[in-house]
């Protein structure tokens, strides 16, 4: 009779599925040799459940996982003798614990060749399915790309295991460890990997579904874990040379490399767009001084819409649209803030040091022709803060992203000049 | 041929083949049903085929995986880069090149005019408070460049601004600020108000640009 027995940790929180598994598979004379097992699993004992039609029902089981998963049929067959069990379960009971980790949850593979009613038994009791399962194209062939081995059952969230088990896992040998490891799991790794490094390899390219699949769980066939390593490698490259073309890069991680690439990509935008605009007017003006000088057409359009200048000038300008644009950069010890709209710029600086930094952007504003209408600031703590209402002296073409780096860079320059310089001015 | 059709009823740019006047005379009216009817066929296909792309680019976008994602907004970073900068150079070119400078002085001449109208004077103010802190006021006829010259001055005799606020109104320019000294040491309120008053009426005379 077969005695199949789980883990039995599915649900992690509760014991009493774990039992009623047990009962399912329930086992027979081989029991006893699992006890000890099941002690350290917390389990009740399940000697006296036994069903008496539980060798049919492992057939069936047997029958239907060997369909579901396309074992080979080799493989299975020789799983279902009775003596290669303990052994097996026990193997497979030895995965790495580090690799039962609650976040995988998004995997369900448990294709283990050696434990056809494992992987049913798992099944049944609705983990969270993963999104390709075997009818589709994941292979269970040996692929050239690189590949990764997934351990089965790493999502059940055994709960911690007494160290007596622990021990006992750990001095079975492992097949899904570190990599340095690989040799070692020859005498395990033969049952699995079936001496081609076949059975449980996923492509690694397949899961667009999900971060966490990107992540390598479990240890990895030698083959390819060469490749694999670069090629993470090479994506990291990637995100930071991502990172550091954006001016304000925050924090480190992935997600916000992005974030600060897509604020960035905005601001590119918004920036071309500006001055492809100024350049149009540029050139109007210019084309119209050659001619008489007429009156400029003030009429707002609305944003983006097109309209010929009127007194049918050969060289049209396009752009009586509102001019509009916003930026913002920020340094270590100041921060800057930009917004355009029309003629009008409004500034507002926020910086650390304690130097007279009205002086210096006040001759900045000078340099770049524009008016100011209003400032309200001062001292807060530690920062200064100011709020700069201003105007574009009219023929002046200065956009913002020009005044934002101007600014910034006056402003920090300025720190080693601590004590205000005295100029002459009288 | 096409007609591109902006500012008429039709809300959307209709593309069709134009065979007569859509003035809606009667006899025309067949003609222009028929017009209607083809423009209507024609506009409904128009945009399955515009959605039918956008729904593939879409789709496309969602199958990139994440390293092509990446490189991607690289090159497009970098592009946008070099466009922009490459019109911002072309801007400074025709800053150079270009010949406008009539116009800012206009500013200036009608500052002065508004203040004699609405009779704002010149005036500087300063009264202490709390210790060694002047409050300062001041106003003063608006120019190119005066708020800057008026802070060095204030920088050269060695005040500390901790709250300013400045506002203009019809060519006058308000200031208020709280100043202390630098170094910690008192300012006389009277001499610190002769001091301004020079220096804002220097400003005022003051024509250079």
């Known amino acids: 009779?077969?005695?199949?027995?789980?883990?039995?940790?599915?649900?992690?929180?509760?014991?009493?599925?774990?039992?009623?598994?047990?009962g399912l598979a329930g086992g027979s004379s081989t029991?006893?040799?699992?006890?000890?097992?099941?002690?350290?699993?917390?389990?009740?004992?399940?000697?006296n459940h036994q069903h008496e039609d539980a060798s049919a029902v492992a057939a069936v089981i047997e029958m239907e996982i060997q369909q579901h998963y396309m074992f080979?049929?080799?493989?299975?067959?020789?799983?279902i003798n009775n003596t290669h069990f303990i052994p097996q379960l026990t193997q497979e009971l030895s995965y790495d614990q580090s690799n039962w980790d609650a976040d995988q949850q998004s995997f369900n593979m448990v294709p283990s060749s050696s434990s056809p009613e494992a992987a049913y038994l798992l099944n049944l009791f609705h983990l969270p399915r993963c999104s390709f399962l075997p009818n589709s194209s994941i292979s269970f062939e040996n692929s050239p790309a690189s590949s990764v081995v997934y351990d089965p059952l790493l999502h059940l969230n055994l709960p911690p295991q007494p160290p007596v088990f622990r021990e006992l896992l750990q001095s079975l040998p492992h097949g899904y460890t570190l990599p340095a490891d690989e040799r070692e799991a020859s005498g395990v790794g033969g049952i699995y990997h079936d001496g081609d490094n076949g059975i449980l390899e996923f492509a690694r390219d397949i899961p667009m579904a999900g971060h966490g699949i990107g992540r390598d769980r479990g240890g990895k066939t030698t083959k390819h874990f060469a490749t694999e390593r670069e090629r993470?490698?090479?994506?990291?490259?990637?995100?930071?040379?991502?990172?550091?073309?954006?001016?304000?890069?925050?924090?480190?991680?992935?997600?916000?490399?992005?974030?600060?690439?897509?604020?960035?990509?905005?601001?590119?935008?918004?920036?071309?767009r500006e001055v492809k605009l100024l350049v149009e007017k540029k050139r109007c003006g210019q084309d119209r001084s050659k001619k008489l000088k007429t009156e400029d057409p003030t009429s707002a359009a609305d944003a983006g819409d097109v309209e010929c200048k009127p007194l049918g000038d050969p060289?049209?300008?396009?752009?009586?649209?509102?001019?509009?644009?916003?930026?913002?950069?920020?340094?270590?010890?100041?921060?800057?803030?930009?917004r355009i709209v029309d003629d009008e710029v409004t500034i507002k600086l926020v910086q650390r040091k304690k130097i007279n930094c009205l002086l210096f952007v006040s001759r900045l504003l000078e340099e770049l022709q524009l008016d100011l209408h209003h400032v309200a600031g001062g001292n807060i703590g530690d920062y200064y803060c100011f709020l700069f209402n201003t105007k574009i002296y009219e023929g002046s073409s200065v956009y913002a992203s020009s005044i934002a780096n101007k600014l910034i860079e006056v402003v920090d320059r300025q720190y080693p000049a601590a004590p205000p310089t005295s100029s002459t001015c009288l | 041929m096409n007609t591109e059709f902006v500012g008429s009823d039709m809300t959307g740019i209709s593309i069709t083949d134009h065979r007569s006047p859509n003035r809606g005379r009667n006899g025309r009216r067949r003609l222009e049903d028929e017009n209607e009817e083809f423009k209507s066929k024609n506009l409904h296909a128009e945009r399955r085929r515009r959605q039918k792309l956008s729904d593939r680019l879409l789709a496309l976008r969602s199958v990139m995986n994440k390293a092509t994602i990446i490189e991607d907004a690289i090159t497009y970073i970098q592009e946008l880069q070099k466009t922009s900068q490459v019109l911002s150079e072309q801007l400074l070119e025709m800053e150079g090149s270009s010949e406008e400078g009539g116009k800012p002085l206009r500013i200036e001449v009608d500052g002065a005019e508004d203040i004699k109208k609405c009779g704002i004077k010149e005036e500087v103010k300063v009264t202490s408070i709390d210790g060694n802190k002047l409050l300062i006021k001041i106003i003063l006829?608006?120019?190119?460049?005066?708020?800057?010259?008026?802070?060095?001055?204030?920088?050269?005799?060695?005040?500390e601004l901790s709250e300013t606020s400045v506002t203009t109104f019809k060519g006058a320019m308000l200031i208020s600020t709280c100043a202390q000294g630098i170094y910690g040491d008192t300012l006389m309120v009277e001499q610190t108000q002769e001091l301004l008053l020079e220096i804002i009426r220097s400003i005022r005379d003051c024509s250079d640009m």
């Not at chain 1, 789980?6 to 014991?15: A, L, V």
């Not at chain 2, 460049?145 to 060095?152: N, R, V």
């Open chain 1, 1 to 22: 009779m077969k005695v199949y027995e789980e883990s039995g940790c599915f649900d992690p929180n509760s014991i009493t599925d774990c039992q009623e598994l047990m």
């Open chain 1, 31 to 47: 029991t006893n040799t699992l006890n000890g097992l099941e002690d350290n699993l917390n389990l009740s004992s399940y000697n």
């Open chain 1, 72 to 79: 080979d049929n080799n493989t299975v067959n020789n799983n």
């Open chain 1, 232 to 272: 993470r490698v090479h994506l990291n490259d990637k995100y930071q040379a991502l990172r550091k073309m954006v001016p304000n890069p925050t924090k480190n991680d992935r997600a916000s490399v992005v974030g600060d690439a897509i604020e960035y990509i905005k601001e590119l935008l918004r920036t071309v």
């Open chain 1, 315 to 338: 060289d049209q300008c396009y752009n009586t649209s509102l001019r509009s644009s916003w930026l913002q950069r920020k340094s270590k010890d100041s921060e800057v803030d930009v």
């Open chain 2, 141 to 159: 006829e608006k120019k190119r460049g005066c708020f800057t010259k008026l802070i060095e001055a204030m920088n050269y005799l060695s005040f």
